[in-house]
C-alpha cells in the first residue's frame, strides 16, 4: 500500500470521528428541548368548558370545583362492554404506579348515558376501581353541554334498554387551571401515559 493511500485513509478516519462527535454535539444540544418539550401542548381553551353535573356521592360538581388540581377525564358509561372498564382499570393502576403523587391528579370518569346513569349507578360501578376516581353525570340537557364544550362524540347505536353507545375512547388531560394541555389514547403503552401525567403534574 502506497504512502498517498495510507494517508487518505487516515484523513479520511479523522473526518468521519469528526462527523461522529458533531453528531453526537448536537444531540446533547438539541435533547434538553426535546425533554422540555414533552408531549403536552401549551394550555388551551378550545377544549372544554363551564359545566354543571352530580358526582356519584349526588354532590353538585361544576368546572371551578376542579380547579386548583390537574385532571384526567374520561367519557363513557357504566354499561360500555369493553372500553370503559379497559381504561378505568388502565387509571387504577395508574394512580397506583404514581403513588404519593396521585393525590394531586384528579381522575373524572363522566357519563355520556344520563338515562340510565344515575349517581347511585356510577357510585356503584366505580366501587370495583380505584376510590379516587370520581363519577359525573346529570340530565341529558347537563350531559350534552359538557360533551359539547369538551368535543367529545358520543352517539346512541341501538334500540332498547341493553342499547350502546359509540363515544371518545381518548383521556383528557387538563391542568390545575382546567385548561386542556394533551391527551392519553386507548390503551397507550402505560409508560407513555404515565410520562404524560408527570409532565402534567410537574406543570401544576
Known amino acids: 500500500m502506497s504512502i498517498r493511500t495510507i494517508r487518505l485513509a487516515l484523513w479520511g478516519a479523522v473526518v468521519v470521528a469528526a462527523l461522529g462527535l458533531g453528531g453526537l454535539f448536537a444531540w446533547q444540544s438539541l435533547k434538553p428541548r426535546v425533554n422540555e418539550l414533552g408531549d403536552l401542548i401549551a394550555p ?19 368546572r371551578d370545583d376542579l380547579k386548583g388540581k390537574p385532571a384526567a377525564m374520561f367519557f363513557g358509561y357504566t354499561f360500555c362492554p369493553d372500553v370503559c372498564p379497559t381504561t378505568l382499570t388502565e387509571a387504577t393502576q395508574w394512580l397506583k404506579t404514581l403513588g404519593a403523587d396521585a393525590d394531586r391528579l384528579q381522575v373524572v370518569f363522566v357519563s355520556v348515558d344520563p338515562e340510565r346513569d344515575t349517581s347511585e349507578k356510577l357510585k356503584e ?47 383528557y388531560l387538563m391542568n390545575a387551571q382546567q385548561r386542556f394541555v394533551g391527551a392519553i389514547n386507548y390503551q397507550e403503552p402505560t409508560d407513555k401515559a404515565l410520562s404524560k401525567l408527570r409532565q402534567l403534574l410537574a406543570r401544576s
Do not use: C, W
Open 44 to 62: 388551551t381553551d378550545t377544549v372544554g368548558g363551564p359545566f354543571t353535573l352530580k358526582d356519584q356521592n349526588g354532590r353538585v360538581v361544576t
Open 125 to 171: 360501578y366505580l366501587e370495583a376501581f380505584d376510590p379516587r376516581i370520581r363519577g359525573l353525570t346529570g340530565t341529558p340537557e347537563q350531559v350534552a353541554e359538557i360533551v359539547k364544550a369538551y368535543r367529545v362524540y358520543a352517539r346512541k347505536v341501538a334500540s332498547g334498554q341493553t342499547y350502546l353507545m359509540d363515544h371518545t375512547a381518548t383521556v
